[in-house]
Nanobody, 121 residues
C-alpha cells in the first residue's frame, strides 16, 4: 500500500555529482524521518543521511560536507545531493521512510528498491 520509488542513480567520475530522489506514495497518514542508506559489496547497510519534518538532518561522518539531504513534505519526497563523489561512495543506495498509514497505526519502516551509484576513478 505504500511505495517508495527512487531515481537518479548512475555512473559518474570521481569528483562529480549526482542527485537522488525518492517519492513515497499510497496510504500515508504521516511521515516521520526520511533518509538514505547505502550498501557496498561485502559490507553492511549503513546510514548516509536522514531528515525529519522540521528539516533537521543527520549525516554519516564520511559524507559530511559533500552530501546534502532535503525533503519536500508536500510531495512526500526526499532528495540526496551528492557532490565531490569518491570511488568509495560506490554502493546501492536505498531510500527509507518511517510512515504511519493511519492515526491508529504504529510507525514502521518502508524501503525503496535501491538505486546503483557507481563512481569511477
Amino acid at each position: 500500500q505504500v511505495q517508495l520509488v527512487e531515481s537518479g542513480g548512475g555512473l559518474v567520475q570521481a569528483g562529480g555529482s549526482l542527485r537522488l530522489s525518492c517519492a513515497a506514495s499510497g496510504k500515508i497518514f504521516r511521515i516521520n524521518s526520511m533518509g538514505w542508506y547505502r550498501q557496498a559489496p561485502g559490507k553492511e547497510r549503513e546510514l548516509v543521511a536522514d531528515i525529519v519534518p522540521d528539516g533537521s538532518a543527520n549525516y554519516a561522518d564520511s559524507v559530511k560536507g559533500r552530501f546534502t539531504v532535503s525533503r519536500d513534505n508536500a510531495k512526500n519526497t526526499v532528495y540526496l545531493q551528492m557532490n565531490g563523489l569518491k570511488v568509495e561512495d560506490t554502493a546501492v543506495y536505498y531510500c527509507n521512510a518511517e510512515i504511519r498509514i493511519s492515526p491508529l497505526s504504529t510507525t514502521r519502516d518502508y524501503w525503496g528498491q535501491g538505486t546503483q551509484v557507481t563512481v569511477s576513478s
